[in-house]
């Protein structure tokens, strides 16, 4: 715990300079692009299979009510929030929260299966990478219209962006694509990916964004879900798929340094996801976990939103907090704050 404890000096440092717009939290908003590790309830309002929008998930949020989060409670980003001294967190873009002063927290605007990818998110009928873009420039519109011109644009200099994409690209696109493994190595497809991301950021930045986080890939072959469909029975997580994790976050860490040298003033990090994740899954009872096999709802190898994870599923289990993973995918509001203690960590040179 001494690095967190230490990490909280420093905010209250940061604080204490006046770096932060509001005095009760580090950044004045918080703005997310992203898909299901981040979605807060968008694709509640789209006519998609991805949805978390009924028990069993948010069981163990406030109220005990399903909000649109794929997990048992809180996603990694909630926590961080937290930390940053949010008392509510910015609202679902689509839902009727986002509006008047609701929206001077910021906006999420991430949506469950979507990616870098487009075509990702045409599949599954999510909100595509291009139009989260369009949506932000729309809410940048409404913020100014709420905040003034001046202070809307103070906001979303000092905002805090948070991106999270890739998963979807390759589970529910590039391995059971065809036409994509076929054409493209996973190295091809990582560099084409980290083109759409290199541009996605150029963008933000066009509108003004200074301050971007973005998770890197998770061990996508340690998902529940993904041992259970390319693991053929095996032991352990699936290689392949870690590898091309690693080739992923490789490249997109490069892209990173290179797009800080180009953009004057931007502060970019990307954030490890993969090493605390897999180490949760490698040594679970290391970190107080009891099972990182299979995930607490149903059977826990293959469910996730309402094709097996649901109210009828049979089996979730009662103590989601000694579980790794939520779902067949997600991880459980427990490993998220393992994962948001990592990522305040590594973001110190974002706020100050």
Not at 296 to 306: D, I, K, P, R
Not at 331 to 347: K, M, T
Request: charged fraction near 15%.
């Amino acid at each position: 715990m001494g690095p967190f404890f230490f990490f909280l000096l420093l905010l209250s440092i940061v604080v204490g300079t006046g770096n932060a717009q509001d005095s009760t939290t580090l950044v004045p908003a918080i703005i997310t692009f992203g898909d299901s590790a981040v979605d807060v309830g968008n694709n509640d309002y789209l006519a998609t299979i991805f949805k978390a929008d009924y028990p069993p998930y948010g069981r163990d949020f406030a109220n005990e009510k399903p909000t649109g989060r794929f997990c048992n409670g809180k996603l990694a980003t909630d926590l961080t929030a937290d930390t940053l001294g949010f008392q509510t967190y910015p609202p679902a873009y689509l839902s009727p929260e986002a509006s008047g002063k609701k929206l001077l927290i910021g906006a999420n605007f991430a949506s469950a299966a979507s990616g870098y990818d487009d075509k990702t998110a045409y599949l599954s009928h999510a909100i595509s990478l291009s139009q989260q873009l369009e949506y932000y420039k729309e809410y940048q519109g409404k913020l100014a219209a709420v905040a003034g011109e001046e202070k809307a644009a103070s906001i979303l200099k000092e905002a805090l962006y948070l991106v999270s994409f890739g998963s979807s690209d390759f589970i529910q696109n590039y391995y059971v694509n065809p036409w994509l493994y076929k054409v493209y190595t996973p190295d091809q497809y990582s560099s084409y990916l980290v083109t759409i991301f290199s541009g996605f950021i150029k963008d933000l930045y066009g509108l003004g964004a200074r301050r971007i986080g973005v998770t890197s890939l998770p061990p996508l072959g340690c998902l529940p879900a993904t041992i259970t469909l390319f693991g053929f029975h095996q032991d352990g997580c699936v290689e392949r798929l870690n590898t091309d994790a690693k080739g992923f976050n490789n490249k997109v860490k490069s892209e990173a340094s290179s797009l800080k040298k180009q953009l004057g003033g931007l502060k970019i990090a990307i954030f490890d996801i993969y090493t605390p994740l897999y180490n949760l899954v490698k040594s679970p009872s290391d970190h107080g976990f009891a099972e990182a096999r299979r995930g607490c709802c149903g059977t826990g190898t293959v469910e996730t939103t309402s094709l097996l994870c649901n109210p009828k599923s049979i089996g979730t289990c009662s103590n989601a907090t000694e579980y790794v993973f939520w779902d067949a995918v997600h991880p459980s509001e427990a490993a998220n704050q393992v994962l948001a203690d990592s990522l305040l960590l590594e973001g110190i040179e974002l706020i100050g």
